[in-house]
C-alpha cells in the first residue's frame, strides 16, 4: 500500500525511537477501497510527551492531548494519537475517560466499523483482526463486536453506519442495522452540530435513497417532520413515488454538493401531506413550498446551520414550484427574488425534482427549465435590467417628479415591471415619462 510521505515519516521516526506507529482507520479503509483519504491518522504506542520528544524538530499542536491526540505540522496537519480503549460510557455519546495503552489491538477493538479498524505500517502491512477487509470487499457495513452494546455506548455511531453505508455504498450488517433501529431514540442525546454533521456528509456524499428508505426510522429520528412524508401516496398524474421516496429520488437526482441545496431537496416537499386536497380527480398541495420553507427553515436552525445555509434552503424551498413558462420576464422576475448567484441552484433544485416525478411532461418541463436557465444566462450576459438598482432612475428623480413618500417606491416597481415585462426601455426619458404618467393617474390629474 503507498503512503504519503510525510506519513511514512512520522511511522518510521517513531518506529526507530522503539515505538510502534501504524496509519489507522479512515485512510487504510480509503486506501484499499482505491479511494483518495480526505486526511491520514497515525496511531502509535508513544504516548503525546514521548511523541514531541521523538519530534523535536517538528511544530506540534496539542489538538486533543487528553485523549492522547497531538498534531504534526508536517505538509498539513497529521494527527498522531497514543493507542487508547475508551473507559465507561454513561450517556450514549462519550466515554468518561480514556486511557493509553501499549496494545494496537485493544486500541482496534474500540473503533465502531470492521472497515475503520483496520492498521498499516510498511513493516507490518495490514493489521486486520475484525475481517475489515472481507466486509470492504463484500461491501458491508459491521460494528466491531455486539452491535448492541457499541451503539449503546455511543449512538453517534448509529448515524455514522447511516453515513459511511451511503457514502461508500455499502449494505448494513443485518445486525448492526437492527441494533440502528433498535436503539435510535438514544439519537436524541447526540448534540444537534454531530448529527448535522452526519446527516450532510451523508447527503453530499452519496445515494442516500436504498438505505434512508430502509432506514426511515432513523431518518425520522433526527427529523420527524418527514414521518407524514412516509408512504404519502400523491393521487397525480406528475408522481409515482409517495411523497418520501419522491423526496429521496430528488436528492439523488442532484449533483450540487451544497448542502443547502441538498437540504432544499430533502425538505422541500415536507409540508405536502399537510397541504393536501384531492379536487376534480387529482391531489393539489396548494400554499407547500411557503410552509415549506417557513418549516425547513425552523428545521435548519434546529440543526444549527449557519444562517446562509438556512437562508438559501428556505428560498430554494420556496421557490422550487413555481411553474416556469419560459419567458424572459418571468425570469428577471425569479432572478429579481431569488438573486443572480442562487438561481442555478434553483435551477438544480427544479430539475432534480422533475427527474424525481412520472415520466408524465418530463421532457416538456425539463425543456422549461432548460429555457428558464438560457434566459437567466441572457439576461446575466446583457445585464437586463433585474433590480431597483439596476433602473435607469432612482428615487430622487421620482421625488423631483412631485411623487412623495410610499408612491416613490410603488412608482419605481411599476417602472421596473414595465422594463422587466419589455414594455419600455431602461432609459432615463422613457422611465421619467413612465413615473410622471403614474403620478398623473394616481393624482386622476
Ligand atoms: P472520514 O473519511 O469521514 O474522515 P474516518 O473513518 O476517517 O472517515 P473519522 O471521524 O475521521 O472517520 O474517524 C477516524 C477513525 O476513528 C475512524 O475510522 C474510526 O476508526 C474511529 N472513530 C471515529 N469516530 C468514532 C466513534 N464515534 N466510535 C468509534 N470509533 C470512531
Ligand atoms: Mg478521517
Known sequence: MEIPENISFIISRLEAAGFAAYAVGGCVRDRLLGREPKDWDVCTSAEPAAVKGVFPDVKILDTGIKHGTVTLLLDGGVEVTTFRVDGKYRDSRRPESVSFTPNLM?????RDFTVNAMAYSCRTGIIDPFGGREDLAAGIIRTVGAAEERFGEDALRILR??????????????????AMLGLRHNLGRISAERVRAELVKALIGGKVKPQFMRLREVVAEIIPELRPCFGFEQR???????????????????ESREPAVKMALLLHDIMKPAMYKFKNGSAHFKGHPA?????AADIMR???FDNKSIALAEKLVRFHDVRLRGGLPQ?????RLVGDDDMPLLFAVMRADTLAQSEYRRAEKLALIDAGEANYRFALAHDLCRSLSGLAIGGADAAELGLSGRE???ALNCCLNAVMNGKIKNERAALLDCAAELKKRWHNL
Not at 291 to 295: E, L, Q, S, V, W
Open 106 to 110: 485493544a486500541d482496534l477493538a474500540r
Open 291 to 295: 410552509a415549506g420553507a417557513k418549516k
Open 408 to 410: 416613490i417606491g410603488a
Open 161 to 178: 453506519a447511516l453515513r459511511f453505508s451511503v457514502t461508500l455504498g455499502f449494505e448494513i450488517a443485518p445486525e448492526t442495522s437492527a
Open 331 to 335: 425570469i428577471l422576475k425569479l432572478t
Open 236 to 254: 397525480t398524474v406528475h408522481h409515482r413515488y409517495d411523497v418520501y421516496e419522491h423526496i429521496l429520488t430528488a436528492v439523488d437526482s442532484c
Open 302 to 304: 434546529r440543526l444549527k
